[in-house]
T-cell receptor, first 113, second 115 residues
Framework: GNSVTQMEGPVTLSEEAFLTINCTYT??????LFWYVQYPGEGLQLLLK?????DKGSNKGFEATYRKETTSFHLEKGSVQVSDSAVYFC????????????FGKGTHLIIQP | DAGITQSPRHKVTETGTPVTLRCHQT?????MYWYRQDPGHGLRLIHY???????DKGEVSDGYSVSRSKTEDFLLTLESATSSQTSVYFC??????????????FGEGSRLTVL
């Protein structure tokens, strides 16, 4: 079956540091890949996505590139801010909307001023 | 923002009692989902619906049932709550025209504590 593996953290960084959160996946087909973010006390919201190999998703300074050869979708940001503190979830979908997404366990990111 | 309302937002109950969580959407989206979120497990799919009266089981469906009698409402029922069902429950919806991309819109969650 499908699965997503990501570092759980917590990951603690200083403001303006470079961020990488690793995500690798296992899927039977050619999934779409997603990063969702959950701010304290809120539900998840889509951060970025990529639907085919070599696509790069980007939003709010975050980027991730769909690497089929390494089955990875690592999240990066060049300079993090305190407001980026949240839990980040990597997820995949095989494309059929009926059965939703398969999520990783989430990575708790803490940015210190 | 997608119009998704979950109720109740917080509930404390005792083992063995029935509990129903409600998800209400104003978007007329076809697909609706219930997930539970637990530390160390991320989000796991409980049940989902692909239309009125059309539902199916997810990864962790044991002990849960669902019903969807109207497009806008998706109910999650714990017939006899257990302490292992203490969790935060999230409802999500998907637009029919983007269901194949898998993008979901989430409610704010319902925190359930079973004593």
């Amino acid at each position: 079956g499908n699965s997503v593996t990501q570092m759980e953290g917590p990951v603690t960084l200083s403001e303006e540091a470079f961020l990488t959160i690793n995500c690798t996946y296992t899927a039977t087909g050619y999934p779409s890949l997603f990063w969702y973010v959950q701010y304290p006390g809120e539900g998840l919201q889509l951060l970025l996505k990529a639907t085919k190999a070599d696509d790069k998703g980007s939003n709010k300074g975050f980027e991730a590139t769909y690497r089929k050869e390494t089955t990875s979708f690592h999240l990066e940001k060049g300079s993090v801010q305190v407001s980026d503190s949240a839990v980040y979830f990597c997820a995949l979908s095989e494309g059929g909307g009926a059965d939703g997404l398969t999520f990783g366990k989430g990575t708790h990111l803490i940015i210190q001023p | 923002d997608a119009g998704i309302t979950q109720s109740p937002r917080h509930k404390v109950t005792e083992t063995g009692t029935p509990v129903t969580l409600r998800c209400h959407q104003t978007e007329n989206h076809r697909y609706m989902y219930w997930y539970r979120q637990d530390p160390g497990h991320g989000l796991r799919l409980i049940h989902y619906s692909y239309g009125v009266k059309d539902t199916d089981k997810g990864e962790v469906s044991d002990g849960y049932s669902v019903s969807r009698s109207k497009t806008e409402d998706f109910l999650l029922t714990l017939e006899s709550a257990t302490s292992s069902q203490t969790s935060v429950y999230f409802c999500a919806i998907s637009e029919s025209n983007s269901a194949r991309t898998g993008e979901l819109f989430f409610g704010e969650g319902s925190r359930l504590t079973v004593l």
